[in-house]
């Protein structure tokens, strides 16, 4: 693959962005699906119920106050999603913006926890003790958060964890993405895309194999750009 | 038609639990599994004449889960349930060993009827 030319370096960007966008969209949709299934099988047993009522089969007020609670729940499981969903959306509006990087791994984290799921990984976040604001472009960011999680995930197995650390850094923030045990064969790994990624947010990217665990360590500066460096 | 058993797989507990509530309602006598590991024991134990079961599941895959059922259980017809609209949107191709599929989110007339047609044809 040659990327050394600007051109490509944009087409790349652009396609492996816009296949990133549908990766996490798909996920959601299905995230959502699920969700209205709930709600539209719990609507229609309250039906059920209440035509049986009506022909002489009570229906106890404990039983609706839970179907009640189960719809409460699931239009809350929604909202979570449609707002992570949200947040994702407009982080395309501007390519630089200020951003607080804990919310940002949180929020790619948490769109991404369905890819883990049916792996059966547990998916974990370490933030910061305290608020780190970047400037950067925070599509891009969460972009390599989530190529570094997928890697991880095609070798991982089921009941292995994947954290998510946030450090603060002088010229930025560091995020360390670790798979507990170690299973990543580096050979299989393709690194060139995530390399030029880091490269055109500023940062840098490298992969440490050892002790138990394989560990992405993603530095994340303020942005620069690239094309006046 | 003779009574027949349904065995529904999604890791959706709410989700099969409501449907096998108002499969019950219906005359139809239905179980849920939440995973093929589930799935496979209540095959086992029970005695099932149709398996309906989702696509994507946490471990092993729905698809995986059908290919095993179809081994031990070959005359068991299997249904599945997709995330949006055919097969072919999340597999290559509609296995041919299915006997049909069903979108979610699902209408309970539409699944009865297909329940019906799959336990016919097994």
Redesign the interface.
């Known amino acids: 693959m040659n990327i050394d030319k600007e051109g490509d370096r944009e087409r790349l960007l652009r396609e492996n962005g816009l296949a990133f966008f549908g990766a996490i969209t798909a996920s959601v949709?299905?995230e959502l699906?699920?969700i209205?299934?709930?709600i539209?099988?719990?609507g229609?047993?309250l039906d059920?119920l209440l035509a049986?009522a009506r022909h002489g089969r009570p229906v106890e007020n404990e039983r609706l106050q839970r179907i009640a609670e189960?719809i409460a729940c699931?239009v809350k499981r929604g909202e979570g999603v449609i707002g992570h969903l949200n947040t994702f959306a407009h982080s395309v509006d501007h390519q630089v913006q200020e951003f607080e990087i804990n919310q940002l791994v949180g929020n790619i984290t948490e769109l991404t926890r369905r890819f883990a799921?049916?792996?059966?990984v547990h998916l974990e976040t370490q933030p910061f003790d305290t608020p780190v604001t970047l400037q950067n472009n925070s599509f891009l960011v969460q972009q390599a958060v989530f190529l570094c999680i997928k890697q991880l995930l095609a070798s991982a197995e089921?009941e292995d964890t994947i954290t998510v650390s946030v450090e603060d850094d002088r010229s930025g923030v560091r995020l360390l993405i670790k798979a507990e045990p170690s299973r990543l064969k580096t050979d299989d790994l393709d690194l060139h895309y995530l390399e030029l990624l880091t490269g055109y947010i500023g940062g840098t990217i490298e992969l440490r194999d050892g002790s138990g665990a394989v560990v992405f360590e993603l530095m994340v500066p303020h942005w620069r750009d690239p094309d006046n460096p | 038609m003779h009574k027949f058993r349904a065995l529904l797989v999604d890791d959706e507990e709410e989700l099969v639990s409501t449907l096998v509530e108002r499969l019950g309602y219906r005359g139809i006598k239905a179980d849920y599994a939440l995973n093929g590991a589930d799935a496979l024991r209540k095959m086992c134990d029970g005695s099932f004449d149709v398996v309906v079961l989702d696509l994507k599941m946490p471990g092993m895959s729905g698809f995986e889960l059908m290919e095993i059922l179809k081994a031990k259980f070959p005359d068991v017809p299997v249904l599945l349930i997709t995330g949006h609209g055919s097969p072919t949107d999340e597999l290559d191709e509609i296995p041919e060993k299915a006997y049909d599929y069903l979108a979610k989110p699902i209408n309970l007339e539409d699944l009865i009827i297909k329940l019906r047609e799959a336990v016919k044809s097994g």
């Open positions: 949709s299905h699906n699920n209205i299934s709930i539209d099988q719990t229609g047993l059920d049986g189960s699931q799921s049916l792996k059966r089921r």
